[in-house]
């Protein structure tokens, strides 16, 4: 278990990676030239960093012709956020819910604070919805 998340680490510790697959995520699949001209990187670093991605399973392709999609692969992005929620330090167990003993000796900023985040995640996840409804 520790390798996994020292690994998933590795992999989203360089910030072209995540904007890699925050690109993805929001248009869809791209291929390599595509992402380093959205990206403002060259197409051969475009391409390792895909190559990362695509051995930690984050993102996969299938050859159409002479284009190769990228698109994210959601399994392993939700495997990686369970991960993350083991890591987490705030008791919740990836429940996203506070102990009880936390809340009562938590400073009312960070609770706002992390109301507004909570109203954030709730926003896009309805975003989400919306784009995935048939119409």
């Known amino acids: 278990m520790e390798w996994e998340i020292s690994e998933m680490f590795k992999v989203l510790a360089v910030e072209t990676r995540v904007k890699i697959l925050e690109l993805l995520k ?3 699949p791209l ?4 992402i380093a001209r959205l990206l403002g990187i060259s197409p051969p670093a ?6 990362i991605l695509k051995q930690a399973g984050l993102v996969r392709s299938e050859r159409q012709g002479y284009w190769i999609p990228y698109a994210v692969n959601p399994e392993t992005l939700e495997k990686y956020r369970r991960l993350l929620s083991e890591v ?6 990836g429940s996203g819910q506070w102990k009880e003993h936390e809340r009562r000796d938590t400073p009312v900023e960070t ?5 507004q ?6 926003e896009t ?5 919306k784009e ?3 119409k």
């Open 111 to 115: 609770l706002e604070q992390y109301e």
């Open 26 to 28: 929001t248009q869809g």
């Open 31 to 34: 291929g390599a030239k595509e």
């Open 117 to 122: 985040d909570l109203q954030n995640e709730l």
């Open 125 to 129: 996840v309805r975003q989400r919805i």
């Open 46 to 51: 475009a391409s390792q960093h895909l190559k």
């Open 132 to 134: 995935l409804k048939p």
């Open 88 to 93: 987490c330090t705030c008791g919740c167990r």
